[in-house]
């Protein structure tokens, strides 16, 4: 799996977007980007993921660089539900890549 | 839809008692995984089953580590002799390989929090 590198904390308003930056500049040309989100005492939660354009659902949209070496988690209207830590990862399961590796991620404090 | 269940939520246990933790996945999800996540840290992982066959185990931590995925359903992680140091969340997830390669989505359940005295 490429190693993806995130700041370690962001803050953000309530009711404000959010963009959560990951760099990934040794991607592979068939890893995914996929993020997850853990919030306090729970277990990850699948985000979003993408390969080479942007992507949308309703928990948030994915920007991915033409070149594929960074990418952006965008949450539209911050709540303070959306308090958790995030992490970007590179990955594709198919053959022997079979684990999704977690890094520490980008722990998002959303202020009232 | 019930989602990924583990039993118990939290457990504590004396050093070198045997522990075992149950996963039962989302129904008819043919892939169970095993982490563990330490304070600060993000999850690791341990092994992972594809069915009821155990694909991978080299990442478990010691010979005191063992799981099982009896039929393909339910599975269980077993820690003999417990050490001070086991002391984590153990994580259980599955996913339906209905995304193959990049698309794969994996379903957490809420772990299991284990303390040794």
């Known amino acids: 799996d490429a190693k993806t590198t995130q700041p370690n904390s962001m803050e953000s308003n309530e009711e404000e977007p959010v963009h959560l930056p990951c760099n990934h500049s040794?991607?592979?040309?068939?890893?995914?980007i996929h993020w997850y989100r853990q919030l306090p005492s729970q277990g990850p939660e699948y985000v979003i993921h993408?390969?080479?354009s942007n992507v949308n659902n309703r928990m948030a949209s994915l920007a991915i660089a033409e070149d594929r070496k960074s990418s952006t988690l965008i949450l539209h209207r911050a709540t303070l539900r959306d308090a958790a830590v995030y992490y970007c990862?590179?990955?594709?399961?198919?053959?022997?890549?079979?684990?999704?590796?977690f890094g520490k991620g980008t722990l998002l404090t959303v202020n009232p | 839809d019930t989602g990924v269940s583990q039993n118990p939520r939290h457990k504590i246990t004396k050093r070198g008692q045997n522990v075992t933790f149950r996963c039962d996945p989302i129904?008819?999800?043919?892939?169970l995984y095993w982490y563990r996540q330490t304070l600060g840290q993000g999850p690791e992982f341990l092994t992972y089953?594809?069915?009821?066959?155990?694909?991978?185990k080299s990442r478990l931590l010691s010979d005191r580590f063992s799981a099982e995925r009896p039929k393909g359903s339910f599975s269980t992680l077993e820690i003999q002799r417990t050490e001070q140091g086991d002391s984590a969340m153990y994580l259980c997830?599955?996913?339906?390989?209905?995304?193959?390669?990049?698309?794969?989505?994996?379903?957490f359940g809420s772990g299991t929090q284990l303390s040794v005295l």
């Open positions: 993408g390969l080479t």
């Open positions: 990862i590179s990955w594709n399961s198919g053959g022997s890549n079979y684990k999704l590796t």
């Open positions: 129904s008819e999800h043919n892939r």
């Open positions: 040794t991607i592979s040309g068939t890893d995914y």
């Open positions: 997830a599955s996913s339906d390989l209905k995304g193959t390669g990049g698309n794969e989505k994996l379903f």
């Open positions: 089953f594809q069915n009821e066959a155990q694909l991978e």
